[in-house]
């Protein structure tokens, strides 16, 4: 075979990306992965990431779990709604499963998939910018700039976008519909008094939702507020962002009383229709970008690529070409109803809660207060966010 031809070229080798590369690593076909950045080490990201029961498993089964230097157990979910009536907790229990969530960071999830990539024969290149690609009938080509600024140009008979969202719109037949939420995600490392005990709390206020979730021996804050309010308290010295944090998120955890470095997030609802063009798919964030709120966007996005590569493996298996119109077809019929649910809930949950209408602040606190009194209708929203349409 010719170095510059594969059967699967993933751009873009983020978290899903790398995912995508592992779950087809047994097939015997050849796979190009191009990431942008350098190694783990040159990535500063450590934005938490409460990964679902589900993905989980996917990451266990791919081989990247035991890479993971550490994941907190999320045991309860504490749901309430800042100056309203109205709670919910979710329990193990009522999900049936034996933990809700673990919580990573983005660059310690980043580190254990690299790793685990380098134990395979997938050509893995980092610090490979792609520039452009197109395809024709029977196959898609890709140029890129090398690590050591070599020009190439590849060609493979499926492209796989997995690139965060940025390529997507060079291709004419899909359409990215966004949705400025006109809100920033602040994440940081935060202590408090009340030592974390595996409940993660998501409270609901006007500005936004502020979740604080177990991460190791402290907790791990996204707190979403308007882009202004966003860059104050970015700018805040430490003491005073603790202060600020407790007058917002309200005394259940008693003082912060220290902070590490904050980052912040602007977002944005983006989705690409359809999610596939001729020889190519899009995944995880390049298919759908979420707001964080319930933590659902890499876990989404890890199904994208998990089911893509069974798409792929039942192709060769029937001994069909990979990559042509029924396969991708089959692709985007699968992923419908997970993806359509992931957006409409996470996109409802931002737009009912994240206003000052009292009427309706008091209608959403209700319909906490009923959640938490319905034990099928809690265990069908705890499934659904824990396995996706599947749940
Ligand atoms: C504050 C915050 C909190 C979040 N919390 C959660 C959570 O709790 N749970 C959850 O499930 N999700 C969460 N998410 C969402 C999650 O971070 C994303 O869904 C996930 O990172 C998507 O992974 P990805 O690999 O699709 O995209 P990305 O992480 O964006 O990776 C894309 C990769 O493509 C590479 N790339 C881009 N352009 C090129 C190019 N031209 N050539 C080569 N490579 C390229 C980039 O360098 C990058 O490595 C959160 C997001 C934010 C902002």
């Not at 600024?149 to 590849?154: D, R, Y």
């Not at 809930?345 to 319909?367: A, E």
Request: net charge neutral.
């Amino acid at each position: 075979m010719n170095d510059d031809n594969y059967d699967i070229a993933i751009i873009g080798g983020g978290p899903v990306g790398m995912a995508l590369a592992l779950a087809l690593r047994h097939n015997g076909i050849s796979i190009l992965l191009l990431e942008a950045r350098g190694l783990p080490e040159k990535v500063d990201d450590i934005r938490p990431l409460a990964l679902s029961h589900g993905s989980y498993l996917i990451l266990n089964r791919l081989g990247a779990w035991r890479n993971l230097p550490q994941a907190t157990l999320i045991k309860t979910i504490h749901i309430s709604n800042k100056g309203y009536l109205g709670r919910t907790v979710l329990t193990t229990q009522d999900a049936g499963v034996p933990a809700l969530g673990h919580v990573v960071n983005y660059l310690d999830l980043y580190r254990a998939l690299f790793e685990a990539v380098q134990q395979t024969n997938i050509d893995y290149q980092t610090s490979a910018i792609v520039q452009e690609f197109s395809t024709d009938e029977h196959l898609g080509y890709v140029s890129y700039t090398r690590h050591d600024a070599v020009k190439k140009k590849i060609s493979a008979k499926l492209l796989i976008l997995a690139d965060g969202g940025r390529l997507g719109s060079q291709l004419e037949d899909i359409t990215y519909q966004v949705t400025e939420y006109n809100q920033w995600a602040i994440t940081a490392n935060i202590q408090a008094e009340i030592q974390q005990t595996g409940i993660a709390y998501e409270r609901f206020t006007s500005d936004g939702p502020i979740a604080l979730l177990p991460s190791g021996d402290h907790f791990a804050l996204v707190w979403t507020t308007s882009p202004e309010a966003a860059k104050e308290i970015l700018a805040l010295r430490d003491n005073q962002f603790l202060a600020q944090l407790h007058d917002h998120f309200g005394d259940r955890l008693g003082q912060f009383t220290h902070a590490s470095k904050r980052s912040g997030f602007p977002l944005a609802l983006k989705y690409a229709t359809p999610t596939t063009s001729r020889r190519i798919a899009l995944v995880g964030n390049a298919a759908q970008t979420l707001h964080p709120v319930a933590g659902q966007g890499f876990n989404l996005g890890l199904r994208d690529a998990y089911e893509l590569s069974q798409v792929i493996q039942e192709t060769l298996y029937e001994h069909k070409e990979i990559g042509t119109a029924a396969m991708l077809k089959q692709f985007r019929e699968k992923r419908r109803f997970d993806s359509n649910g992931g957006r409409i809930f996470t996109d409802t949950l931002v737009k009912l809660f994240s206003n000052d209408m009292p009427l309706i602040r008091h209608l959403c606190g209700t319909g906490l207060i009923l959640l938490d009194n319905l034990p099928l209708i809690k265990r069908f929203v705890a499934r659904r966010m824990i396995f996706g349409a599947r749940g």
